[in-house]
């Protein structure tokens, strides 16, 4: 049994996925396909536009076999957290290879990168340098390593190609990583063929029009209106009435007193980050931040992963999910039970969140894996 994993968020699935995933197809043609799937919220922490069920139809529409779940703290954490924990699933499943796009495209430059800066002392100084001198966390690693390596890795899936191969060389996995080429721009806001980036398409999703050919016409049902105007609301009134937040994830004195400052004045949600942000506070930390100041996320909260949440499977997947039963050390969750609770509670929360800025209902957290015959 080969089995090969994908990571990702299908914020919404589109052509560009679907030229990846069958490229996956053409390179292993008998393989067993895991997705492991980011949920209601993403890494940026945006609201997906397609809730975590629907797009787990897609996935098993479209050939994955397994479906499971990043769970919703560690998938809304740094690139670093939310490699490993994805790692920790696949391992867990005793996948074989992982495939994912990257703009560099050089799994070899990689795996050389991360033995380069993995324990290395002046690597490290040189992070703590441009720590000292203002930069956020993600670009005094970008620096450092061009310092060290005259190689500039910033593109977002260049970074999680390097965590991805980062963790699978820390965890000593058997993991073997296979890059496909992006064929866009991640960032680009234009939509200048069918095969464009899911920023440029969630850019235009007031305009059916001009993104309905970018993706499959059954993807476009799926797509959900996000409220952030009353994501706005709720954060106002949060970070207003609430006397203590330092212990919310992503937070320090410095960020937070600057966000008492300007929140009265901020006039929605982006003028908000543009507010706060800074050279130390990149504005992506700065959402994340926001998003986990909603959901109460913890500094404390358990990284690693504890469970293992089923979406969905076909009769290959429950091979898969047979094939490790025996072997796995933590709980394969295919139906909900009330003994979870613990495990799920800042899932709950999270779509709870989510219920409140689409049409999704919370209770949907609650249902048994979907099962496609």
């Known amino acids: ?27 292993f043609k008998d393989a067993y396909l ?7 919220f993403t890494e940026r922490a945006d609201a997906s536009i397609i809730n975590k069920w629907d797009k787990t139809k897609i996935a098993l529409k479209n050939g994955y076999n397994l479906v499971v779940e990043l769970p919703y703290n560690i998938a809304t954490s740094s690139a670093s957290i939310y490699a490993k924990g994805a790692i920790d699933i696949l391992n867990k499943l005793k996948c074989n290879y992982l495939v994912f796009g990257s703009e560099t495209n050089d799994v070899s430059l990689l795996k050389k990168l991360v033995n380069l800066t993995n324990n290395n002392e002046k690597y490290n100084s040189k992070v ?16 450092a390593l061009k310092d060290i390596s005259k190689v500039i890795i910033d593109k977002p899936n260049d970074v999680l190609a390097l965590e991805y191969v980062r963790s699978i060389i820390n965890t000593k996995s058997n993991i073997t990583p296979i890059s496909i080429k992006r064929t866009n721009d ?9 095969i464009t980036s899911a920023t440029s398409i969630r850019k235009n999703i007031n305009n059916k029009s001009i993104i309905k050919n970018t993706m499959p016409s059954y993807v476009l049902k799926t797509i959900n209106y996000v409220n952030y105007k009353d994501y706005f609301k709720f954060l106002k009134y949060k970070i ?15 960020i937070l007193n600057k966000l008492k400052k300007v929140i009265v004045n901020a006039k929605d949600l982006n003028d908000l ?7 130390k506070y990149s504005y992506n930390r700065i959402k994340r931040m926001l998003l986990h100041i909603l959901t109460n996320t913890k500094k404390d909260y358990d990284t690693n992963i504890n469970y293992i949440r089923v979406l969905g499977f076909d009769n290959k997947g429950k091979e898969i999910l047979n094939s490790v039963k025996k072997q796995i050390d933590v709980p394969i969750i295919t139906k909900y039970k009330k003994t979870y609770d613990y495990l799920f509670k800042d899932d709950i929360k999270a779509s709870m969140l989510y219920n409140l800025l ?15 015959d």
């Open 273 to 279: 980050i543009l507010k706060v942000k800074s050279k």
């Open 186 to 194: 991640y960032n680009d806001t234009n939509i200048k063929s069918n």
């Open 1 to 27: 049994m080969i089995k090969v994993g994908v990571i990702a968020e299908y914020n919404p699935f589109h052509n560009g996925h679907l030229y990846h995933l069958n490229k996956v197809k053409e390179m």
């Open 128 to 143: 703590k340098k441009y720590l000292k001198e203002g930069y956020n966390y993600p670009k005094s690693c970008s620096l």
């Open 34 to 40: 895991i997705l492991v799937l980011i949920g209601n």
């Open 240 to 254: 207003i009435t609430s006397d203590d937040l330092n212990n919310i994830l992503d937070t320090d004195d410095g």
């Open 358 to 372: 689409t049409n999704y209902d919370y209770k949907d957290e609650y249902q048994s894996s979907i099962k496609k």
